[in-house]
């Protein structure tokens, strides 16, 4: 018994050390772009795994860091990507702030083939979908339907489509949501829902 806690201290020792290890070598800031701050924005430290993501208030902070010169990587969709060297010291907690600049997104040509051959959507090597339209201005819908499942259980289905377009019209995104909220519902009686 005495030879196996000497055995288990032995292997956790090492491992509890090292945990405990803390350098006190800090970064904190933020990330704008003109004059707005971005959210979710991530930093990170250029060569290695260490990184974070802003909040919703577009700072962020790295800690416990290796004294020396790193280089700091800020980046966003649909924003530049931003580099800067910094040297930190033991001890140390600076303030690196970014500001990023917003980048023009565009895709190149686009060109579909097809021949006058019918083929059926299951049959053909690659499914193709049919743009009918596109959005002309931005847009909403949301739907929210409840029922009440044999007079006992609600069901309630939160739905929404929205259409975002830049002031150009040059570039947007599409997003869709659905969200189903359902009670339990124990129908024969024997305390388990037969609805998930």
């Not at 500001?99 to 059926?120: D, Q, Y």
């Not at 309630?156 to 489509?161: H, Q, R």
């Amino acid at each position: 018994m005495k030879r196996d806690f000497f055995l288990l201290s032995l292997l956790l020792f090492p491992i509890l050390y090292l945990h405990g290890q803390h350098s006190d070598v800090n970064i904190f800031g933020d990330v704008q772009s003109q004059g707005e701050h971005i959210p979710f924005a991530t930093v990170h430290i250029e060569g290695t795994a260490i990184g974070t993501a802003t909040d919703v208030t577009g700072h962020y902070m790295l800690i416990d860091l290796e004294p020396g010169t790193h280089i700091l990587v800020a980046s966003s969709v649909g924003y530049t990507t931003v580099k800067k060297e910094v040297t930190i010291h033991k001890d140390e907690v600076i303030e690196v702030n970014f500001e990023l600049e917003e980048e023009a997104m565009s895709i190149n040509e686009v060109v579909i083939t097809g021949t006058k051959t019918f083929k059926r959507q299951t049959d053909a090597a690659v499914i193709v979908n049919v743009i009918t339209r596109f959005p002309r201005e931005s847009s909403y819908d949301v739907s929210y339907t409840s029922s009440l499942i044999n007079g006992e259980t609600w069901d309630y289905v939160l739905s929404g489509n929205i259409n975002m377009l830049t002031h150009k019209n040059n570039a947007g995104a599409a997003v869709y949501v659905n969200r189903r909220m359902r009670q339990a519902y124990d129908h024969n009686g024997d305390n388990f829902s037969e609805l998930p």
